[in-house]
């Protein structure tokens, strides 16, 4: 932050006797212009702050106090979810940290440690916690969603902006994966058939009536078999969680399946979401301009890799699962990946980075050496759990600050060329930026756009 941007503002003890004060009415507020306002963008409703681990634990801290509680004033309700403070609280913490998410709405979280026995024996933990991501799911349901942030899409040498490069270099606008984590081969049955016999697969009605018995497979020698199942509560909230995501993002839906060939199993994934896009969701999208549509899984893929981008893609387990890796790395780097978490009902939403801890960088900082740690995943959690917010609150001037942060971010690196080691390599440049000195830059840009 500049000494300028600085004296711009108001002290702290300044925008509380405003806050006070009868005698002034609260000021407009201006994105790109000059025009200084007396207080701080009101955030209305809270918004569940989810504390991390590592190197993401310690850039968290600086985005809050150089991106965030400068602008926007906002009730923040705290939850550590670093390893120790889950040992120590038995992961009470979690599990209060969802509630807190359910009841307020929204949530934003830094990236967390899943501990393995190493990190058991390196914290001295009681036992190895399950993740708490996946414990937040468990509790809120819903599904996630995995969004690439793209640099410079469609750049072009006249424009003088950089791009960072893509390993599908066709891939100019964002593609969301939205994937049903839930039963399919993740929640399975399967065995080795030890020889010849008979699989049968029986359904015994809760009801008392009569069984009903397939022949899956007649052996005559060895082999192996799986038993798969879902649910129509899972695929029905699966279905509302991707329209919304849809209009949230204001992007076409694609749900893709193989119900050629699994046609009863598929074919209900493929029949409740056009079930309910019918009945609730297609005024929506057509008022929007977006669409929905069905595609056969090997079709979409080959569309996909043809395509600009620019779409949400709805996907069963396992292809959710595949997809949302191959996406990442289409999109070059994990370290510019969204992940979102939004229930059926749109009532709950949690936004993260997809990537880890950054544990190597966290040993560089734990020395007293300099990082160039990529920010960039963590400071759009904010913005996005942000901009749900003010959709929910229909504060549009906090809408309107997640958009522009973004672009600063955005901007920081095409326009301004200033970015971290990981970006730097992507296109051949030898300099970048420390991981302080990346977050200056868009603070700077932030300063310039938001006057408060």
Known sequence: MTISAMLRRPTLSAYARLATSTAIAPSKRYFSQSYISLDKIKVKNPIVEIDGDEMTRIIWDVIKKKLIHPYLDVDLKYYDL??????????????????????????????????????????????????PNGTIRNILGGTVFREPIVIGGGATKESGLIEIPRLVPG??????????????QYKATDLVIPGAGKLELVYTPADGSAPETHTVFNYKGAGVGLAM???????????????KMALNRNLPLYLSTKNTIL???????KDIFEEIYESTYKKQFEEQGIWYEHRLIDDMVAQMIKSKGGFVLALKNYDGDVQSDIVAQGFGSLGLMTSVLMTPDGKAFESEAAHGTVTRHYRQHQQGKETSTNSIASIFAWTRGLAQRGRLDGTEDVIKFADTLEQCVLDTVSKDGIMTKDLALLIGKTDFATTTGFLDAVAKRLSNEVKV
């Open 229 to 243: 199942y879902n649910t129509e509560e899972s695929i029905v909230g699966f279905a509302h969680s991707s329209f």
């Open 171 to 184: 891939w100019e606008k964002p593609i969301i994966i939205g994937r049903h984590a839930h039963g399919d």
């Open 82 to 131: 670093s390893v120790t403070s889950r040992d120590a609280t038995d992961d009470k913490i979690t599990v209060d940290a969802a509630e807190a998410i359910k009841k307020y709405g929204v949530g934003v979280k830094c990236a967390t440690i899943t501990p393995d026995e190493a990190r058991v024996k390196e914290f001295g933990l009681k036992k190895m916690w399950v993740s």
């Open 263 to 269: 046609k009863k199993y598929d074919g209900r994934f």
